[in-house]
């Protein structure tokens, strides 16, 4: 999903002088104005084009010859980037030509999925979309999960990349995402849960014609539909603009002219690409869609096609939790929300995220455009670290298109059978309740059941069943205090023990049984103050904020005890900035999953803009522990 205006459709852009006929060269520049006025027939030129307006400055892609033309006019133009078409062929690999780097080819995909599903026949099963794309090649995708030959009515999640084809950062992604499930299947108790509770669908490249095309060392968004009469350079539908919801509503970003790179098509769904992928989403029941593309770092959610309207208010808190949970997976996400924010005031029609959303009546699929990188063509070792932050946040997408518990805390009473002091004692018979959140941004799910036991041989449980009834997408939730887990500590426990529990949810849902287990530990004769196998005291002490000599960035440390730690422990460190009247500035929040945390901010706001000298306020909180530490910026 991009438009002739976005910051990363420059590359895009470079294919007017990918020919192997001597052409004139392309430059990437800044065009400078005082007033608007001064450049706004450029917005209609064949010869400048526009990346983004930053309100001082055009960033563009523009003809050589052209440059003095502008210059005559007043214009200041500054050259960042010269002759495009040779420095795009020189990002090629010249020794082993036809190989992306870091990128794989199409030909990369086709052996990544034989060799996945040879080695792993019993999670992964590939095939092919239909129809064929307009050059008769096919649309591959892969399943995985434990029953990858049959629906197994378990919640489905869509991955997709290369939607537009020179967006390579998408095709990466889908390898590493795939890589990950099957090397981790049976070894990690986590990946393994998602693929034995999940029916997980990747299409690593939706346009496939031109994404080979792009071997002969050009850079091309569009298919490859060949309009007769039209450059070969300026052939294709932008597939991202080819989706029947509000297909054409207007023009903006979504051109009837097909020598533009964001042309829409003759019609909704002209392009068999487009209508690959609609057959086979309608064919499914996915609930989470995570489309990526690139670059500038930002999601882009619904709706798209008008600024004016707004999604109802369930859902916007679903999209917006779905982006803060993807934020503090990557890290690196400047905005979300409809195009508009993202772009700073730019529409689209005929998109997958509004398409998704409102598709059905039936059900929703939350669809998120992930727009990722500094550039479209980034160094591998660039790239490679992109694709591997974005790892979790694709992690994240499986997990929350059906229920999925996370422990948050736990409360023991002792006021009844003990000595009324909030500690497990020895010889204590005790209540305890869980606090569970619901991950899930579908669905309620009924009837969810619990059941706890322990490792521990000085614990012996009384009542180890408790109910927690219907449970709502994106809630807290404790089984109720007229129904407590129970148990009773031996005169033979040490102070200073840990006792391992395990918290095992059951539930059904579509006729099918699932569980889940939650590992929690209380400590012998010291007050519960424990999340996820962490104390929160552990937390007092650890924790630091700190403005950097220079004045230019802030850095947050955060550390708990190693020994509190254990396998698979991961959890979102929430942190926010307020100014001194109370307004959240800017939102960092991260994934702890080690015994060290460190955020450097740079002091940007929610904006992109760097916040004033002044005093503010950083809110951490982890699990139910938070603090709120003074900040002074000089």
Known sequence: MRRVQSFVIYVIIVLSVFSTVAEEAYHQGMIFYSHPSQVQELFASKDVFIIHDFKKYLSVIVKESVVPLLEKRGLSVTITRKNLSQSHRASFNTKDRGRFGYYPTLSEVDTILDGLTKRHPNIVKRGVLTPSTIQAREIYYAKISNSPSADNKKPEALITGGQHACEVIGPACVRLDMYHLCQNYGKDPEITWLVDNRQIYFVPVMNPDTYEYMQKGESLRKNRRDHRGVSARNDGVDLNRNYPYKWGYDNVNSSPDSSKMNYRGYYPVSEPETKAMVDFINNHKFRTWQNHHSANDVLVIPFGYNYRVRLPRAD???????????????????????????????????????????????????????????????????????????????????????????????????????????????????????????????????????????????????????????????????????????????????????????????????????????????????????????????????????????????????????????????????????????????????????????????????????????????????????????????
């Open 316 to 634: 916007s808190v679903k999209y917006y939790t779905m982006c803060e949970e993807q934020q503090a997976c990557y890290g690196r996400f400047k905005k979300w929300g409809p195009s508009y924010i993202s772009y700073n005031g730019w529409s689209l029609n005929g998109g997958t995220e509004d398409w998704g959303w409102s598709d059905s009546s039936a059900y929703r699929l939350y669809c998120v455009i992930t727009e990722l990188g500094a550039s479209m063509w980034e160094s591998d070792r660039n790239a490679k670290v992109t694709a591997e932050k974005m790892l979790e946040a694709d992690m994240y997408m499986i997990k929350c298109a059906g229920f999925y518990p996370v422990l948050k805390g736990i409360t023991l009473k002792d006021d009844v059978l003990g000595n009324n002091d909030g500690k497990l004692n020895p010889g204590e018979t005790v209540t305890l309740s869980a606090t569970i959140e619901n991950k899930s941004v579908v669905d309620t799910t009924p009837d969810v059941k619990g059941v706890l036991s322990s490792s521990y041989s000085h614990i012996e449980m009384k009542d180890s069943n408790a109910n927690y009834g219907d449970v709502q997408w994106l809630t807290a939730f404790k089984n109720p205090t007229t129904d407590q887990f129970e148990f009773k500590c031996s005169n033979q426990a040490n102070e200073g023990d840990w006792a391992k529990f395990d918290l095992k949810l059951k539930w059904t849902m579509h006729s099918v049984s699932f569980e889940k287990s939650l590992a929690c530990s209380l400590q012998v004769g010291r007050l519960v103050g424990l999340i996820k196998n962490y104390r929160l005291q552990d937390l007092h002490g650890g924790l630091s904020i700190v403005q950097s000599p220079d004045r230019q960035s802030v850095r947050i440390k955060l550390r708990i005890s190693k020994e509190n730690l254990v396998s698979g422990f991961s959890e979102k460190l929430k942190v926010g900035v307020f100014n001194a009247a109370g307004r959240e500035v800017a939102r960092l929040d991260r994934m702890v999953r080690n015994t060290s945390t460190v955020i450097d901010w740079t002091m940007v706001d929610k904006r992109g803009y760097k916040i004033p000298q002044g005093l503010y306020f950083v809110r951490v909180s982890l699990g139910s522990f938070s603090a709120v530490e003074r900040l002074i910026m000089l």
